[in-house]
């Protein structure tokens, strides 16, 4: 492919939309992986991601670090119920438009993500 090709591609969608996309093609752990990335390459501290309690909600996908999740067949107003998700724990909640709850420790993708970062890129 041209270099010209690859720095124009021919979707109209915002590069952050085309990355979300390509998240959901991915497991779980590399969704969760995918959500706190920005944070761990700038050099944001293990602490201050658990001490956020952020989260995102897209059409791609939804994940948070710590509070409360909503279990999986439970969005209706109706028969709402809750889990309580701890600090050092980042949980995908939603995949496209399939409820799950998939549970990581924090300090397990912060130290993954780290040792990429340290890894130099062949290609």
Known sequence: M?????????SSKPDILARL???VERSPYDIAKAFIR????????????????????????HAQIGG????PGHDT????????????????????DT???HRFA???LYADLQGQALQPRLF
């Open 2 to 10: 041209a270099r010209s090709e690859q720095s124009h591609p021919e």
């Open 21 to 23: 996309e390509q998240a």
């Open 38 to 61: 920005p944070y761990v390459l700038r050099g944001d501290s293990i602490e201050s991601l658990a001490a956020s309690l952020m989260g995102v909600a897209s059409a791609a996908y």
């Open 68 to 71: 409360y999740a909503a279990l």
């Open 77 to 96: 107003p109706s028969d709402f119920q809750t889990v309580p998700v701890r600090r050092g724990e980042v949980v995908v909640t939603r995949i496209r």
């Open 99 to 101: 409820p799950c709850l």
């Open 106 to 108: 924090l300090a397990d």
